[in-house]
């Protein structure tokens, strides 16, 4: 088995996702660090859509929860950096949590205490509204010293190849893909574009067999089949 490293890690959940969808991962997780030192930020699909629904601040609502559940780590472990992996638009969201500054009224000082920053399927480049309220952010505020105190590991994967003149399932990709960026002639993970989660100052990994959605009977980055192409950079 591949050694990683024994730093606490807390995952984050995609946009529309939520904590329970991720349980699998912990358990995966658990085969190469004690469980204890794995926590799934407790987001729910409140917390992403709002009551009423006010999805512009859901980056705000997730900070939250995210930032309670680092602290917690912090507190068990104390001296430990914690790595944070965040599944798809739960990734910019970490971005701006660790990039300390103000988004919207809200800023947290992490200082050292993430050191390691891992993104699965997270479009860093997008055209969709909501998320482009993220990436505009952190583009604006993302500098080179920044990765010196925070590795950031960019996690893609190129199953899909959107072609609008192929299968059914690459017409779907297309159009999947056209959504995030203009050209949906790509590879990706059936959702997101590879290319599109390449992001200058981090290590960006691609890997082969990964699919996006985190639903039954699929090998999408939080199974054992999708952990093992990148656990080595947790």
């Known amino acids: 088995m591949i050694e990683v490293s024994q730093n606490p890690v807390v995952i984050v959940p995609g946009v529309l996702f939520w904590d329970s969808l991720y349980s699998t991962m912990k358990d995966v997780f658990a085969g190469y660090l004690p469980a204890g030192r794995i926590a799934i930020a407790p987001v729910s699909l409140v917390d992403w859509i709002g009551f009423p629904p006010s999805p512009e601040k859901s980056t705000n609502r997730v900070m939250?929860?995210?930032?309670?559940?680092?602290?917690?780590?912090?507190?068990?472990?104390?001296g430990e950096p914690v790595t944070i992996v965040a599944h798809s638009g739960g990734g910019t969201v970490a971005m701006i949590y660790l990039l300390e500054q103000p988004f919207q009224g809200d800023v947290y000082h992490t200082g050292r205490v993430v050191e390691k920053l891992v993104t699965l399927g997270t479009p860093?480049?997008?055209?969709?509204?909501?998320?482009?309220?993220?990436?505009?952010?952190?583009?604006k505020h993302l500098r080179a010293d920044f990765f010196r105190r925070c590795?950031?590991?960019s996690v893609a994967s190129n199953k899909y190849?959107?072609?609008?003149?192929?299968?059914?399932?690459?017409?779907?990709?297309?159009?999947f893909y056209r959504n995030v960026q203009e050209n949906g002639n790509v590879a990706g993970d059936g959702i997101v574009p590879a290319e599109?989660?390449?992001?200058?100052?981090?290590?960006?990994i691609t890997?082969?067999?990964?699919?996006?959605?985190?639903?039954?009977?699929?090998?999408?980055?939080?199974?054992?089949?999708?952990?093992?192409?990148?656990?080595?950079?947790?």
């Open 151 to 153: 590795h950031v590991v």
């Open 64 to 78: 939250k929860v995210l930032d309670k559940t680092v602290r917690e780590m912090e507190s068990r472990f104390p």
């Open 196 to 204: 599109s989660c390449f992001l200058e100052g981090a290590e960006n």
């Open 207 to 234: 890997i082969p067999d990964a699919e996006h959605l985190p639903t039954p009977h699929t090998r999408w980055y939080g199974t054992k089949e999708g952990i093992e192409q990148w656990i080595q950079y947790l």
């Open 124 to 139: 860093f480049h997008t055209h969709e509204h909501y998320a482009k309220i993220k990436t505009d952010f952190i583009f």
């Open 161 to 175: 190849h959107g072609n609008f003149q192929g299968s059914f399932v690459e017409k779907m990709c297309f159009q």
